[in-house]
């Protein structure tokens, strides 16, 4: 999968990215042409591997949901990470931008373009997201995209956003 934005690029880590990934972090820089990044892979993404090879080799390289990264079009410089995670209707998202590239747009962005390809996906309703009560800037991403406050649970506050009715309202169905 690839979403492309104005400004970036989403992409989910095929089963070759993850194979590399696994053997050689430098390895996996040099093939695929990206400048090395100190902060890529997070310790998330890094335990999550294994599981992700695992659900691409036994769903025949269509599983599509996971770990992501998010590329700097200009630079191919990978510049945050993405995560789909996807059960019964509802997709929910998470997501990091590097500090040394914050404040210029690109969560929002991000956001924004995988909430449109979310929406073309007929098996998805609703697609949520959680953000500490203090994270002001990813509460305003979020609310900038549409979430609404779902629940608020001691310091979390669960966002979430209905693709189902856009969808609804696209090819007017209601």
Not at 107 to 119: G, N, S
Request: aromatic share 10%; proline share 3%.
């Amino acid at each position: 999968m690839l979403i492309s934005g104005k400004q970036i690029y989403i992409t989910s880590l095929s089963l070759d990215h993850t194979v590399h990934l696994l053997q050689s972090k430098e390895r996996f820089h040099t093939l695929y042409d990206i400048p090395n990044e100190p902060n890529w892979p997070s310790d998330a993404i890094k335990i999550m591997l294994p599981l992700h090879y695992e659900r691409l080799v036994n769903n025949n390289l269509t599983y599509t949901y996971g770990p992501c990264m998010i590329q700097q079009k200009d630079s191919n410089r990978i510049i945050g990470e993405f995560n789909f995670k996807k059960t019964d209707g509802t997709t929910e998202i998470g997501y990091r931008i590097y500090p040394q590239y914050r404040n210029k747009g690109f969560a929002t962005e991000a956001v924004r373009y995988v909430c449109e390809w979310l929406v073309n996906n007929k098996e998805i309703d609703k697609v949520t997201a959680m953000c500490g009560r203090l994270n002001k800037v990813s509460q305003q991403i979020l609310r900038k995209n549409g979430f609404q406050i779902k629940l608020v649970t001691g310091d979390i506050i669960k966002f979430e956003k209905n693709v189902k009715s856009i969808r609804c309202e696209q090819y007017n169905l209601f």
